[in-house]
């Protein structure tokens, strides 16, 4: 690739993504408002790409910087489903104005593809599992129905202008440079940083919801082979690992990895989340060559390795 531009590069899945695309060579231009992502995220590569601090909701910023690429990866957005709970409009204007903007940037610049990053939560709590990219929409919460909408948005931009865009459905990832520390944070963060220090992580439900956990090495990789592949316009990817575990065992396997024996607290289940939640990765194994590279019992112990470094 030519040149890419990773919108949100200094998140979790951004910066490791970036990391990616430096070491394979590529040129990479990163714009995040660091409202989420952090700086520190890309150090190491900080001097081998061009950062701006700014915001995918400024259209003129982004044509911009939008010139002369080849790819774009969208990553940026305002995740959490409590966060989109809490504040709605805020989710509404950086997921789906934001997205917008970037499409539109992306049209008039010539880009030739962008990679989204889309949601499992666009399935909501439909009872059939696997999840399948052709099962109609159910978002059961603002944040959800803000990353549903851009894919819409996507696949309207190539039939409508050409742009072609390709968007990836992330199931629950997890991995290094993951915000423990957020309100908003995801399960797998929260839990290591509690357990390392000897509390109890806290389940909200019964602990019998499932996840398809995801380690982010597998994201990043789906992502390379979105830019590329042939025959992929318009249409929508679910990159997981295609299996299933409980919350329960999750804190299982992490006591496992960390030695120790620490009870989870449960606490009442929180509006807007599903209960369970599995990808079919069919679609992405023929049409992309997708293959997960790093399993949820490999990416877990990398993952607390990390964490055991950072403290």
């Known amino acids: 690739m030519k040149r890419c531009l990773v919108t949100g590069g200094a998140g979790f899945i951004g910066s490791n993504l970036t990391r990616r695309l430096v070491l394979d060579g590529c040129p990479v231009t990163v714009i995040d408002n660091l409202l989420t992502g952090r700086k520190e995220n890309l150090a190491g590569v900080e001097n081998e790409i061009d950062f701006v601090k700014g915001d995918i ?3 003129e910023l982004i044509r911009r910087l939008f010139a002369g690429v080849e790819v774009v990866f969208h990553q940026a957005a305002l995740p959490s489903v409590p966060r989109s709970i809490r504040d ?4 509404n204007a950086h997921n789906i ?4 903007n970037v499409l539109v940037a992306a049209r008039d610049a010539g880009v030739r593809r962008v990679v989204l ?3 499992s939560s666009a399935y909501g709590d439909t009872a059939v599992l696997p999840k399948v990219e052709d099962m109609p929409g159910n978002p059961l919460s603002p944040y959800a129905i803000t990353k549903y909408a851009g894919e819409l948005y996507a696949r309207v931009f190539t039939r409508v202008f050409g742009l072609e865009t390709v968007s990836l459905r992330y199931f629950n990832v997890f991995g290094p440079r993951q915000d423990p520390d957020s309100h908003y944070a995801a399960v797998i963060p929260k839990f290591i940083r509690a357990m390392m220090q000897g509390k109890n992580p806290v389940i909200f ?3 019998g919801q499932s996840r398809d956990f995801t380690y982010v090495n597998n994201i990043v990789a789906a992502n390379l082979l979105a830019a590329n592949a042939e025959g992929v316009a318009g249409e929508i990817f679910n990159v997981g690992c295609g299996r299933r575990h409980t919350l329960k065992q999750l804190v299982a396997c992490l006591n496992h990895l960390l030695g120790t024996a ?3 607290v449960f606490m009442p ?4 989340e599903v209960l369970h939640s599995q990808a079919s990765i069919k679609k992405a194994e023929k049409f992309l060559g997708y293959r997960p590279v790093v399993s949820l019992e490999e990416g877990l112990h990398k993952t607390v390795e990390w964490f055991k470094h950072q403290t």
């Open 57 to 59: 909701c400024d259209l």
């Open 88 to 91: 709605p409009l805020a989710s």
């Open 97 to 100: 104005d934001g997205t917008l």
């Open 117 to 119: 990053a889309a949601s």
């Open 205 to 207: 439900g019964d602990g």
């Open 262 to 264: 620490i009870e989870p």
């Open 269 to 272: 289940s929180r509006p807007g």
